[in-house]
Structures are given as structure tokens and as C-alpha cells.
């Protein structure tokens, strides 16, 4: 004779936790990566009366470095790294794995990205000449 399983009883309260609790892990897995780790950028300045500036780093071997550059409009910004050609900047919409970049500028901050373009196990030394004119 067929008898039916009894199904446990939740408290309301339990299943609305569960519930929310599964939403928030479904939409936090929908978010896009870079949305979620989204790097803090070191800003650029300039000394007083000068319009560049070299920085030098170490790129590391699993993530990037981000530095943001606010620059007035039409301006020629030149970028260029000197290190390994492992290492290479992305300035999204602008430049992507890139050594060497001039473009003309916007009234806007840039974000400048510094990482490797292979991913090695160690971090890696770079310098970055970045200038305004």
C-alpha cells in the first residue's frame, strides 16, 4: 500500500532566509567580474610647473595596478613603460595591451591599467613615463 512521505514542516521565517539568501548568491554570481573587484586607483599628480611624471612598480603576477589621470581637453597625453615586454597598460577606450600610447584627451579621468600580459608566478618591475602637453 502506498503511503506518502511527510514533508518536514520549515517555519515561514526560515524559508523566507532561504529564499533571500538564494537570490543574493544568484544575482552576486551574475555580476560581472571586474564590477565586483573593481581595483583602486592610485591618482596621478604632477609637481607644481611640471607636466610629467615617471613611476616605477612592480606588476603583479595575478592582478593589475591602476592609476587614474585627470587631464583637461585636447591635451596630448604620451604614456610609455619601460620593463619587460610582458608588461603592458590598458586605458579603457582608449588602449588595450599596449607598451607606448599618445592620444589626444578628454575633460575626464583615465584609467590607466599596468599588468602582465602572460601571467607569470612573480611580479614583475616596470617604470611608466606618463606626460601632458
Do not use: K, W
Not at 581637453?73 to 603592458?88: D, G, M, Y
Request: aromatic share 6%; with cysteine; charged share 20%.
Amino acid at each position: 500500500m502506498f503511503r506518502p512521505i511527510p514533508f518536514p514542516r520549515i517555519h515561514p521565517s526560515r524559508t523566507i532566509a532561504l529564499a533571500t539568501t538564494t537570490l543574493v548568491l544568484l544575482l552576486a554570481s551574475t555580476v560581472p567580474h571586474a564590477a565586483r573587484a573593481a581595483p583602486s586607483c592610485q591618482v596621478v599628480r604632477f609637481d607644481r610647473g611640471q607636466n610629467g611624471i615617471e613611476i616605477a612598480g612592480m606588476a603583479p603576477a595575478r592582478d593589475t595596478l591602476c592609476y587614474a589621470l585627470t587631464t583637461a581637453p585636447n591635451q596630448t597625453a604620451n604614456l610609455r613603460l619601460t620593463a619587460s615586454p610582458n608588461i603592458v597598460l590598458d586605458i579603457p577606450g582608449v588602449a588595450e595591451d599596449q607598451r607606448e600610447v599618445t592620444f589626444r584627451t578628454e575633460r575626464r579621468t583615465y584609467r590607466i591599467q599596468v599588468g602582465q600580459l602572460a601571467r607569470g608566478a612573480y611580479a614583475e618591475p616596470f617604470r611608466l613615463s606618463i606626460s601632458l602637453d
